[in-house]
């Protein structure tokens, strides 16, 4: 391209085109965030962010790490990120074992695999809150799952006690993200020549050797990196805790905890301590999708010569 | 040395007599995740056309009832007109940032295209909470807090649904033969029109899958919009939660099969419109 100047017409024209988007991002995410960060540090219990509304300018800020130490050393924030990081792990691991077994029925299965994904897709169409919802009233006293242990086998004394508890939140979570794991691992296994299957078989292999010394190393990249995605995805999930994990004084999430400091900013807490917990999700969540890109990058490198990730 | 004769292939071996054979595992766990994505949204539809609140089995209505919907058919299409209100000014806002930077990404050669690359995910990497919370800081108490919570809930929605509207272009003019459209720029036609006259009718498939994910997104949104919210706005998710929180049970499920209907019935009829355009 010709150059005018120093910088081409063709360079000219993609920032223009990328502007609108660019300055979206930097205004409506990029600039809240440091500002978040930035008070994270703060000592002073003002209310606003810096740059947006606060009444001290940035010099008057006290800097301090309390907030983060506090996130790190009191009880209760603890069992907050166990929590988190505790049900993301529990999430990522089931959902890779179940996508492995749907993904690779769907994958060698053809002619099933529209109606499967068609099922599974539901849960990603349909918003979050009426799954959580129906997971709630599916389990609850009067659901069938109790009906049938307690009311007609009798195999328990009392109703099942779900809401509020670890297991719930898992349950829930494992409803809003099976979609994204099982076709992530359809793909996955589509990718996978069958005829190495056969060719291990024609040499005397069980199935069973066949699944665990062919095709899950082949597997094992792709294994890993859905693995970190549901674990990021998880991480940042707030409708099931909110609704299943029985509020503030259930089992409580990061982003639930950001959320109930939020609401009681008014009566306790400050808005530098929540920062400082917007700021350690972030943080995680940020080096999580990282984790991811290597992983993917160093696993796929051949079939992914210029494609946009 | 004696040559010895080759050992035989070992025969297959079944595997532990009492188990069922190994390969059972796969259609068992696919039909078990089928139960267990489709039994809930069952009880909520029954809870939902019962006529009294006991299911039978806890799953199947006792009596069929429309008496719920009918009662509450106000309130619900006042939260899909809500929803809507928001949803469309979010794709047609998402189309038209989004659109240029897909170009610009797959078209265009420039400094900073591999960190563009990376930023256009970045929305769907940050956590909803954190951005909405900063979103909550910029129009309530910032240099935006005058603006109208529905235009700064369009904005939050808008900006965790760009990447959704950008990759299926992205997709889908990496594909598109770069000829065409230097054949009608040397025809005589500006870069403007030659795009949307050779380009632009090609990409149409995967714009309305953009704008189906779009949709969806925007339509199942509960974080941002809760938290940007007035209590005059109330779309489906807002509605549904708050008539589960106040108790009212039944409700809460009547309006949730609605919104479901709702959003799996555009969005199928999206996607229908997509394989009907790609057959041309």
Redesign the interface.
Known sequence: MRKSGLISRETWLAWLLVAPFTLMLLGLLVAPFLSIFIKSFSGLATFGLPFLGSPEALGDMQPTATHYISILTEPHNQAVILNTLGISAVVATLLMLIGVGTGYYMARHRSLAPTISAIVTYPSLAPAVTIIFGILWFMSPTGPVNHILFQQLEWIDEPLEFTGTFTAIVVGDLALFATLAVRMMASLFEMIDPALEDASASLGATERETFFNVLLPLAAPGLAAVWVFIFIRTMVAYVAALVLGGGAKGVVVLPLEIFTRIQSLGISGTMAQICAFAVVLAAITLAGRALYLFIVRRAFRDRLQGEIL | MVPEKAAP???????GGFLP???W??????L???L??????I??LS?SVNDR???V???FPAGISFELYRDSGPAILRSVADSMRIAVPTVLLSF???L??A???VR??????GL??E?????L???????A??????FK???F?GVSPWVAIV??H??VS?PFMIQPI?AAL?RVDIAVEDAARSLGAGPLRAFVTTVLPVIVPSVLTGVALVF?RS??D??ITL?LTTPEIST??IA??QA?ESGS?RL??AV??A??LF??GV?VILEVAVRRVRWW
């Open positions: 292939l070992p025969a297959p071996r079944r595997a054979p190994f390969r595992i796969f259609p068992a766990t696919t078990g995740l089928i267990f994505i489709i039994l809930p949204p009880t909520l809870l609140f006991d299911l089995w806890g799953i038209l940032v989004g240029p930077v170009y610009a990404l265009l050669k420039f400094p900073g295209r563009l690359a930023l256009v995910n970045l929305p990497v940050f956590p909803p909470i954190v951005l919370f900063g979103l909550m800081q910029l108490q910032g240099p807090a904005l939050g808008t900006i760009l992205i990496q969806a339509i199942s509960f974080e938290l489906m998710p549904i939660y589960f049970t809460g499920a949730a099969m919104t479901n959003a799996v969005i």
